[in-house]
């Protein structure tokens, strides 16, 4: 086989403009309910075995609204992968210069806060965890200097290029944003607000300020979006005062009582609905992106600001990696906003789901393989639209979501635990599969797709590619050849 990539094909450059590459597209047909019956008849997986991980997953018909995913991002399904480069990707450092009088005294109050803390949880056993705050921080847009942090805490820690992530590029056309952003070792969320003022030659006609957080995990960073929308609106009308800020972060190092907002949905370890807004944003086209996960491409969602939707999409895609198959476990790396500032970053990841408001990134094709903008989904290699594109067997399996989704009221969380088995299930049946073909050496013909694989037969080209990009010993003849072969 020739030029053949272990984790999503060649990374060849492109002179085309974005015009040119191609763009997935296809014609929704109804399939009549017998073939979506005969393709979907062989899914049927191991229930013992599912139902461990649907427990994991909190997917379990009988779970209480309490119940809480484990191993959505911190668990066996997802071992984060360290990342190179940093999240400032060469962002300049704070320098350090001689501290006002003003200041002096913030360092003061900050110290009494710390102090009044420690005082009121002296002998608390308690130990912070997962969901403690690693740091606290406001972002703000300097006329002369740019986006600079205004304030953090703890003050060791060094965030170096987190103005960047938490004040996106082009945030002055906006009034509101929620961002979720990684860095090297931590994921985070700012909210984002701009208020308009007049006769305020200093701030010319505007006060620009994000307040975000850090966490170890993602899961539980969408628990602090209420706090920190108020905090912001608040600072941008009277800044200077963090010592919320500074109790916020205090108060969430107690491991035994969350820091959030107590009203907010939370049955997952994440914020609920976002697979299904995905789902329903991109319709058949889910498919595409399902397969180029499962491909272990680099996949970059573009929009304008606000960021908050595409932020959406990347965590509702992310999903599409989840089996319970350990040995094609595999982490989908969702790195959330991204800017020019982490190309450093990005060119050491081997997989990634990403979002960015930068219209810069579509002519480097060297960065992604798969480009969506305005949901529309974008190849710049022209060779790998065959295996993303959309087939029969895709718009079988979209009728039957369709009729899943018409079935309940939107926004159900019954709808949502249903897409992620309907995957889950999906994933299982083709891992495990292509793990008892391999340890055979199999020829396999597209006949057998169905039962084996629980693939339609026109999902050749995908599995060929997927064979190709997990080095396995499996044949798949009488079809289009692999994409990158």
Not at 87 to 99: I, L, W, Y
Not at 146 to 168: C, T
């Amino acid at each position: 086989k020739k030029n053949k990539m272990e984790y999503g094909g060649p990374r060849s450059k492109h002179n085309s403009s974005l015009e040119d590459i191609p763009i997935l597209c296809s014609t929704i047909t109804n399939p009549a309910t017998n073939q979506i019956d005969a393709l979907l008849g062989g899914l049927d997986d191991d229930e013992d075995e599912l139902a461990s991980l649907e427990a994991e997953l909190g997917l379990n018909d009988d779970i209480d609204d309490a119940a809480l995913v484990g191993g959505s991002y911190d668990g066996a399904s997802f071992p984060l992968v360290p990342m190179g480069g940093g999240g400032g990707g060469g962002a300049a450092p704070m320098h350090t210069q001689p501290r006002s009088y003003a200041q002096q005294e913030a360092d003061r109050n900050e110290l009494a806060i710390v102090e009044e803390f420690n005082q009121r949880y002296r002998n608390d056993v308690e130990r912070p965890d997962s969901k403690a705050l690693q740091a606290i921080f406001v972002v703000k847009f300097d006329n002369n200097e740019g986006n600079i942090i205004e304030w953090q805490y703890p003050r060791h820690i060094d965030l170096s290029g987190i103005e960047f992530k938490a004040m996106v590029s082009g945030a002055h056309h906006i009034d509101e944003d929620i961002v979720y952003f990684k860095t090297e070792d931590h994921f985070g969320v700012s909210c984002y607000s701009k208020l308009t003022v007049k006769g305020n030659k200093e701030s010319r006609g505007a006060i620009m300020r994000s307040v975000g957080v850090l966490m170890s995990t993602f899961t539980g960073l969408h628990e602090h979006k209420h706090f920190l929308t108020a905090q912001v609106d608040s600072m941008n009308k009277a800044p200077g005062n963090f010592g919320a800020l500074m109790a916020y972060y205090q108060d969430s190092q107690l491991s035994s009582t969350p820091t959030a907002d107590p009203g907010a949905d939370s049955r997952l370890n994440g914020p609920r609905g976002y697979f299904t807004e995905f789902i329903e944003a991109f319709g058949p086209h889910s498919f595409a992106i399902w397969k180029s996960i499962l491909l272990r491409q680099r996949i970059l969602f573009h929009s304008p600001p606000p960021i908050k939707k595409a932020c959406r999409f990347v965590y509702g895609a992310s999903f599409f990696a989840f089996t319970r198959v350990k040995h094609f476990k595999f982490d989908a790396n969702p790195l959330f906003y991204i800017n020019i500032n982490d190309i450093k970053t990005i060119q050491e990841q081997e997989n990634f789901i990403a979002c960015t408001t930068e219209s810069i990134f579509q002519n480097k094709f060297h960065l992604y393989d798969v480009y969506v903008k305005k949901q529309a989904i974008h190849l710049p290699n022209k060779a790998a639209q065959p295996p993303l594109a959309v087939t029969e067997g895709d718009q079988l399996r979209f009728e039957y979501i369709r009729k899943v989704m018409a079935s309940h009221p939107r926004g159900s969380s019954v709808v949502e635990d249903q897409l992620l088995k309907f995957f889950i299930h999906l994933n299982n049946k083709l891992f495990t599969g292509l793990l008892a073909a391999a340890e055979k050496n199999e020829l396999l013909v597209p006949s057998e797709l169905q039962d084996r694989f629980g693939l339609h037969r026109s999902d050749a080209a995908f599995l060929r590619c997927l064979v190709d990009v997990l080095n396995l010993n499996v044949t798949i003849s009488q079809e289009v050849g692999c994409c990158w072969c």
